[in-house]
C-alpha cells in the first residue's frame, strides 16, 4: 500500500515537472494560437474545446484542462480574448464531467458512427475487393479504418451535422413550449379579467338590494312609484265577466 503511494506521488510530481518545463518553453505565439483554436471550435462539442478524442477519460479531461487553461490563462496570455478561451475551456470541462451531459454527447457520437458504417457498408457493396478483405480478416480492416485519421475526421464533421440538428430540434420545442405558456397565461388572464366583471357586477347588485326592496315595499304599499325614475306597473283592464277577452275601459258621462 505504501509503496503504491509513494509511486503516484513521484508520477504526479514527474508530470508537474514535465508541465512546468512546458510551459517554460511555450512563447506568446503559441498562446495566441491556441486562444484562436479554442474560439475556432464547434460550440456544441465540449471534446473540440479540449481537443480531445471521443474515447477520452475523465482523468483524460481534467489532466487536458488544466494544461490548456494554463496555457490561455488571461494572467499568463495576453491575447486580448484569453477570457473568453478559458471560459470556453471551464465550460467544456463542467460539461464532460457531468454525466448527464457526457452520456448525451457519446449518444450522438455514437449516432455519428453507425450512420458512417451503414454509408461504408453500402458502399463496400460495390468494391468487390474491399467486401472480401472484410470478410477474410473478420472485421479487423474496420477498425483499423475507424482508427484512421480520415474516418476521425468524418466523425467530428458527421457529429457537428447531429449536434446541431439536435440543438436546433431542442430550440424550437423550447420555442413552442414558450408561446403555449405564452397563450395559457394569456387565457388565464383573461379569464381572471372575465371573473373580476362578474364579481364587480355581483357586488354592485348587492349593493342596491336595499334600495331595490325599499322600491318594492313602497309600491306594495302605495301602488305608485315611491322615487322618480322607478318603473311603474301598469293599470289594470276592466274585464267583462260575460266575455272571453278584455275589454277598453268604458268612459263615463
Not at 464547434?42 to 474515447?55: A, I, T
Not at 439536435?166 to 430550440?171: A, H, I, S, Y
Request: charged share 40%; with cysteine; aromatic share 8%.
Amino acid at each position: 500500500m505504501g509503496e503504491a503511494s509513494a509511486t503516484t506521488a513521484a508520477t504526479a510530481a514527474a508530470d508537474e515537472y514535465l508541465l512546468k518545463s512546458f510551459f517554460a518553453e511555450v512563447g506568446e505565439v503559441e498562446r495566441d494560437n491556441e486562444v484562436l483554436r479554442i474560439l475556432s471550435c464547434f460550440k456544441l462539442n465540449p471534446f473540440e474545446h479540449l481537443n480531445l478524442s471521443f474515447d477520452s477519460s475523465l482523468d483524460d479531461v481534467k489532466k487536458q484542462y488544466r494544461k490548456l487553461s494554463l496555457l490561455v490563462h488571461p494572467d499568463k496570455c495576453k491575447h486580448p480574448k484569453a477570457q473568453e478561451a478559458f471560459g470556453a475551456l471551464a465550460k467544456a470541462q463542467e460539461l464532460l464531467l457531468d454525466q448527464q451531459e457526457r452520456d448525451y454527447v457519446l449518444s450522438q457520437v455514437q449516432a455519428a458512427k453507425e450512420e458512417l458504417r451503414a454509408k461504408r457498408r453500402k458502399q463496400m457493396k460495390k468494391d468487390a475487393a474491399s467486401k472480401a478483405k472484410s470478410l477474410v480478416d473478420e472485421g479487423k480492416y474496420e477498425q483499423e479504418f475507424e482508427r484512421s485519421d480520415e474516418f476521425q475526421q468524418q466523425l467530428k464533421l458527421k457529429v457537428r451535422e447531429i449536434l446541431t440538428d439536435q440543438e436546433w430540434r431542442r430550440r424550437k420545442m423550447q420555442m413552442r413550449l414558450s408561446e403555449e405558456e405564452g397563450r395559457l397565461k394569456k387565457d388565464e388572464e383573461e379569464q381572471k379579467e372575465v371573473w373580476k366583471r362578474k364579481r364587480e357586477h355581483e357586488e354592485q347588485w348587492e349593493g342596491t338590494r336595499e334600495k331595490r326592496v325599499s322600491s318594492w315595499r313602497d309600491f306594495m304599499k302605495t301602488g305608485k312609484k315611491g322615487k322618480k325614475g322607478e318603473i311603474r306597473p301598469p293599470k289594470l283592464k276592466t274585464e267583462d265577466p260575460n266575455k272571453s277577452y278584455v275589454q277598453r275601459p268604458v268612459k263615463k258621462g
